[in-house]
């Protein structure tokens, strides 16, 4: 900013002017000669920039005039002179001034007057700087500050908001080099966000013939805010275990601009990394915490809104907790036949465990059973529960283990009858699968045959089956064996068996009753035979024929 510094007279400038006063003032005493020539001064009240030059001239129309000269606090060098004139060059004039023409005529005094205005651009305009942010609904005061400017009674300061005027004021104070500041008050408001502020001034030297001067300061944006006096509403467990992950969300409404406000998410000292979303004037904030060990016990999760140097905050509590188990162990998981299994369940030093219902003696002890394999163990699993108490919330954690036990293969007779009757030409199932682990094969093969029956599955039975045969599971932990005769029957029915028997033996019976009549009749000699009656001979070998039948189908 150009400081402006009072121009001084020079030390001879007002010794003149002094003894110039008082030569005057005796000349003008009562009883003195009344003037009657004028004496003029050109120009009359000039109007010249500051540091700007000027040649004045005095002049009469006095006949013979006497010791026409310029009376001036200014620098000043004669420039030239005549009958009834006289010039004089003005340099470097800074401040207004008031220059006297003085001579005499015929004895008498000769005095004229005029007044310099000095004019100067304001050397500073600028608005004073605005607060960082404003509050929505709070006056702010706008401040122009012009340093310089003259004259002040022709400069109007007016204060602006984009191209809208808030304020128009005359610049106050003399002389002018000294500092002016004109003030406005406004109501922020929303629409004032990032608004253009600006300070404008106007030198009117139009009635001097010279014109109308503007200056503006440099644009100073302002931004508006409004952050509500709710805490932001901040949703986090109640308990967070060490290396699970958990969601945190915090949520203000009622900001602007929302765009604006910065959000922390923090579990204790560790900051948190949330993903922030804005929708008007809500603020959203989600970030995913993750304890570690060494936060183990209670903490707080905070959030904080910040927003034009306010902040709004909010806290919960939570605990971090570690819940270690359950861990459940077979000292075999695949035990022999007959060994003695030791199944162990434990947890940490705060939980408590429930083995197969049973529970451990005190918290943080191991629970345990003991059991001596057996078949109807294979398969067998074993639940274990964990418990543990955070602030009042159970906790429950369950895991199971399956035991396997190694035993050899078992065919049991009430899954493979030792006699089976099977109808030719039917789908049957040879049920005699065997138990054992490992899983064991089975071959049924038939005796003094290589034919082998399926087992486990269907097959199509004919009379080819029919027959004894040896079963035998096996696997790396031995075989068994069993014995099954399959009976295989014909398609007929035992009624329609006998039926066909007995008509057999009646046809028997009766041939041999007709060869024993004519047997005899050919024995005695005697035959009686009609004349009107003509018996064709049968023969009986159809007969035996029939009666065969019957019984190559038996």
């Not at 922030?276 to 970030?287: F, G």
Request: proline residues 7%; hydrophobic residues 40%; contains cysteine.
């Amino acid at each position: 900013m150009a400081t402006m510094v009072p121009s001084r007279l020079p030390p001879r400038s007002c010794q003149t002017l002094l003894i110039f006063l008082l030569l005057v003032c005796c000349l003008l005493s009562p009883g003195s000669q009344r003037q009657e020539f004028l004496l003029r001064v050109q120009p009359q009240n000039p109007v010249l920039p500051a540091g700007g030059s000027l040649v004045v001239n005095c002049s009469t129309e006095c006949p013979d005039p006497k010791l026409i000269t310029l009376e001036t606090s200014l620098l000043k060098e004669p420039v030239g002179n005549g009958p009834g004139w006289a010039a004089f060059q003005l340099s470097n004039v800074t401040s207004d001034s008031r220059v006297l023409c003085a001579g005499f005529c015929n004895g008498s005094q000769m005095i004229s007057s005029s007044n310099i205005i000095v004019y100067r651009f304001p050397d500073q305009v600028e608005l004073a700087p605005l607060p960082p942010w404003q509050p929505v609904g709070k006056n702010l005061t706008l401040r122009c500050q012009v340093a310089g400017g003259a004259p002040r009674s022709q400069l109007t300061v007016v204060l602006l908001r984009g191209e809208e005027e808030l304020s128009r004021q005359q610049a106050a104070g003399e002389p002018a080099e000294v500092e002016v500041e004109v003030t406005a008050t406004v109501l922020a408001g929303r629409s004032d966000h990032g608004a253009s502020f600006s300070c404008h001034t106007q030198l009117d030297l139009q009635p001097q013939g010279l014109g109308l001067f503007e200056n503006t300061s440099a644009p100073r944006q302002l931004r508006t805010f409004a952050l509500p006096r709710t805490l932001p509403h901040l949703v986090a467990p109640q308990s967070l275990e060490v290396g699970t992950p958990s969601q945190v969300t915090c949520i203000l409404d009622g900001l602007f601009p929302s765009s604006e406000a910065q959000v922390q998410l923090a579990l204790g000292d560790q900051m948190l990394n949330p993903a922030v979303t804005r929708n008007s004037d809500r603020l959203t904030a989600r970030a995913t915490v993750t304890a570690q060990a060494d936060q183990e016990g209670p903490r707080e999760i905070v959030c904080n809104v910040t927003l034009g140097g306010e902040t709004r905050e909010s806290r919960k509590n939570l605990t971090v907790f570690s819940f270690l188990g359950p861990i459940l162990n077979l000292s075999e998981s695949s035990a022999p036949e007959g060994s003695i299994v030791t199944v162990t369940c434990m947890a940490g030093a705060r939980e408590h465990v429930l083995l197969d219902g049973v529970a451990a003696a005190a918290p943080g002890q191991p629970a345990q059973l003991q059991l001596n394999a057996t078949e109807m163990d294979d398969q067998r699993s074993f639940f274990c529960s964990a418990i543990l108490e955070v602030d009042g919330e159970i906790l429950n954690r369950n895991t199971s283990v399956q035991l396997r036990v190694l035993y050899g293969p078992k065919i049991y007779r009430a899954d493979c009858p030792e006699h089976l009757k099977w109808k030719d030409k039917t789908h049957q199932v040879l049920q005699c699968q065997a138990r054992g682990n490992p899983a064991p094969q089975v071959l049924c093969s038939k005796e003094g045959s290589t034919l082998k029956a399926p087992v486990g599955i269907p097959f199509f039975v004919n009379l080819k089956y029919n027959g004894t045969y040896h079963c035998q599971a096996a696997s790396s932990r031995g075989t068994y064996g069993l014995v099954v005769v399959m009976d295989i029957q014909g398609r007929n029915l035992p009624s329609v068996t006998i039926f066909m028997g007995v008509s057999a033996t009646v046809a028997l019976v009766t041939v041999i009753g007709v060869l024993i009549y004519f047997y005899g009749v050919k024995r005695s000699g005697i035959y009686k035979v009609k004349q009107e009656t003509s018996l064709p001979l049968t023969s009986m070998q159809p007969i035996e024929t029939v009666a065969e039948e019957p019984s190559a189908a038996g």
